[in-house]
């Protein structure tokens, strides 16, 4: 799919990870113009979603989803296109959890409405964003006494065994690696949840994806994290995406057994500090608990949104309050 790799790479920094592999288990669709050349790159998958089934783009829930348009591309033209492939959208489609503001999105929205489709909305929450550039600039972060407190826990830990860190990138880690995180994962609040929570490795399925993903030498070296051990234990790590000076902060979390020692803080710091001499200037945090977050200086920053595309007159009617009420 050189193609969907072509689209990727040409747009903004911050989306260069929509390539082909990143949409494994979602078929592909390279929509064209009348000429034959590549307008947009639509991943699709089916699911329901309460009495409906709809398709709906595909790829890992965060970074968010998303559709690699051409740069060049105006709404226009993307319009003409999608109406030649009604029968491959279908009449109702989702597009979420997307950033608000991104304008690829935005030709995208502006498009599918001149193509027939009315946009139904839904406002998820807000992304928690650490701007490491302004904040380093000021000096003060992480403050003195924030990082006398991150050393203190560290002498604490290491009252148990010594404590490690490692680094590891998707160009460069082991099996072990992976297992490490899915141990941390099943011994986090996360992994206790009856629902067996949201875990990247811990999740069978999950980390079959992200070794797939991962086979894409591009977006391999997009993959970076740390890990953090007591002696032999593995006791927390952190899983995100570096994309031009963006961080995606993806996952991130710790054996609650060693939660009076507040390892995940102390491994975030580290990670960010690490990002930040790579060149990375901001960490996108997404979705999640405001309370910690903003402790380490992330502020709230763009509305997350979740987008029904819907055909027809009466149905965008009957489906708002529904969309509005479970997106």
């Known amino acids: 799919m050189a193609d969907f790799d072509a689209l990727a790479e040409a747009g903004d920094d911050r989306r260069r990870f929509l390539r082909a592999q990143w949409f494994t288990g979602s078929q592909r669709h390279m929509l064209r113009d009348d000429e034959g ?12 979603k309460g009495p409906f089934r709809l398709r709906e783009v595909g790829g890992a829930y965060w970074p968010y989803r998303g559709v690699a348009i051409a740069p060049c591309t105006s709404s226009a033209q993307l319009a003409l296109t999608l109406s030649a492939a009604r029968s491959q959208l279908g009449r109702v489609w989702r597009l979420g959890p997307i950033i608000g503001g991104d304008r690829q999105v935005a030709t995208l929205v502006d498009a599918a409405r001149q193509a027939g489709w009315r946009v139904l909305t839904c406002t998820i929450g807000q992304s928690f964003v650490v701007d490491l550039k302004a904040l380093k600039s000021q000096g003060n972060w992480p403050s ?12 604490q830990m290491a009252k148990t065994g010594p404590v490690a860190i490692r680094w590891f990138s998707g160009t460069d880690w082991t099996v072990q ?11 986090s609040w996360v992994g206790q949840l009856a629902s067996g929570g949201d875990t990247k490795f811990h999740d069978p399925a999950m980390r079959r994806y992200w ?3 991962a086979g894409d030498p591009a977006i391999a070296a997009m993959i970076g994290g740390m890990i953090m051990t007591v ?4 006791i927390a790590f952190t899983f995100g995406l570096d994309c031009g000076t963006t961080r ?24 960010f500090e690490a990002a930040w001499t790579r060149g990375i200037e901001r960490i996108d945090w997404g979705l999640g608990d405001a309370g910690y977050k903003s402790e380490m200086g992330a502020h709230p920053d763009a509305d997350m949104l979740d987008l029904l ?9 009957l489906l708002r309050r529904w969309w509005e009420r479970t997106a």
């Open 248 to 271: 995606y902060c993806i996952a991130n979390n710790f054996d609650r057994n060693f939660s009076k020692h507040s390892p995940g803080r102390v491994l975030l710091y580290a990670d």
């Open 177 to 187: 690696d992976r297992d490490d995180i899915a141990a941390i994962e099943a011994s």
């Open 231 to 234: 002696g032999d234990r593995p």
């Open 37 to 48: 050349e590549p307008q947009a790159a639509f991943a699709l998958t089916e699911r329901r």
């Open 211 to 213: 070794e797939t993903v």
């Open 309 to 317: 595309f819907v055909r027809g007159r009466v149905l965008p009617v």
């Open 144 to 155: 003195t006494k924030g990082a006398q407190k991150d050393r203190w826990r560290v002498r």
